[in-house]
């Protein structure tokens, strides 16, 4: 299984992005996919979870500003980011669960200027 971030980018304070995770390889009883992020400096943190049913978990920093969404035909995970903070300020990865092991892609840089 191998991910693929991308969309990641500068972006103003209040503004928008969409970050994509493509996954290939095996894409067979791909499960849950989450998105996390680590800040320069800091530990990684998780930011939002999308199960195989479609329910969707956010911390509580991105609740409200962000959706996951997930398209299970052509494995691909997006994270739709709106009113932007500085704070948001991180490389963001994407991850999937397949047979119980976490499979992660190599990050995408987002950067907000205040």
């Known amino acids: 299984v191998q991910l693929q971030a991308s969309g990641g980018g500068l972006v103003q304070a209040g503004g928008s992005l969409r970050v994509a995770c493509a996954v290939s390889g095996t894409t067979l009883r791909l499960n849950r996919m989450d998105w996390y992020r680590q800040a320069a400096g800091k530990q990684r943190e998780w930011v939002a979870g999308i199960p195989n049913d479609g329910t969707t978990n956010y911390a509580d920093s991105v609740k409200g500003r962000f959706t996951i969404s997930r398209d299970n035909v052509r494995n691909l995970l997006y994270l739709q980011m709106n009113s932007l903070k500085p704070e948001d300020t991180a490389v963001y990865y994407c991850?999937?669960?397949?047979?119980?092991?976490?499979?992660w892609g190599q990050g995408t840089q987002v950067t907000v200027s205040s």
């Open positions: 991850t999937v669960e397949r047979f119980g092991r976490n499979y």
